[in-house]
């Protein structure tokens, strides 16, 4: 079935790293994505959307990477900071088109952001 | 704060009780979410509104749950009979469709989510 899936469950990085979150999914029809971050305790904060008509799409620190030909999207955060230490996950709408509903969450991927 | 909020934000009941949630939506969304997630694991889609509308349940969504947003504002989730297998954060999120580059998006915005626990 349609799924939302992540590569890595756990990353460690050093201060000052980039680091690079990855996420795969199954559903050809997926158009939009979003990342979430989540601290502990805490609901899932909004980092970054893209839409499938787009390859890469950057924000503040962090920038997206779509590959519709694999399936594939990348979350890279410039310059780790330990603040960034989270749960980060990635998430898709299964249904297309302009009416968006449900999100499907992968299993989320541990940043550990060491100083 | 302008975000979504939820009450209360940890609730600790014992097996058969009911307990009811509030979500508070960002002003002005149309669109009302509810979700589980359990540790370990990312927030599972249990329904959503747009508006007063329930649009969709998941099979997730046994009896013993009801959501309800009788205004098209806040929203309650309630369970009864509550089960062990209920402890879980309970997400709400909130969005309105907006049109960017030609395109709609639908950012869900999240709360901070409601802690049950049941003993």
């Known amino acids: ?115 | 704060d302008t975000g979504v909020s939820q009450n209360p934000r940890h609730k600790i009941t014992k097996r058969g009780q009911n307990v009811t949630f509030r979500c508070d939506p960002i002003s002005e969304h149309n669109r009302l979410y509810w979700y589980r997630q359990t540790l370990g694991q990312g927030p599972e889609f249990l329904t959503y509104f747009q508006n007063e509308a329930q649009l969709e349940k998941s099979r997730l969504l046994s009896d013993r749950f009801s959501a309800e947003r009788p205004k098209g504002s806040f929203s309650t989730l309630e369970i009864q009979r509550t089960e062990q297998g209920d402890s879980a954060m309970y997400l709400c999120a909130s969005s309105k469709q907006l049109m960017r580059a030609g395109s709609y998006t639908d950012t869900q915005y999240f709360g901070p989510g409601t802690r049950l626990t049941v003993l």
């Not at chain 1, 499938?52 to 955060?77: A, C, E, P």
């Open chain 1, 1 to 115: 079935g349609e799924s939302v899936g992540l590569h890595l469950p756990t990353l460690s990085v050093q201060e000052g790293d980039n680091s690079i979150i990855n996420c795969a999914y199954s559903n050809s029809a997926s158009d939009y994505f979003i990342w979430y971050k989540q601290e502990s305790g805490k609901g899932p904060q909004f980092i970054i959307d893209i839409r499938s008509n787009m390859d890469k799409r950057q924000g503040q620190r962090v920038t997206v990477l779509l590959n519709k030909t694999v399936k594939h999207l990348s979350l890279q955060i410039a310059a780790t900071q330990p603040g960034d230490s989270a749960v980060y996950f990635c998430a898709g709408p299964l249904t297309g088109g302009t009416s968006y509903g449900k999100l499907t969450f992968g299993q989320g991927t541990i940043l550990t952001v060491h100083p």
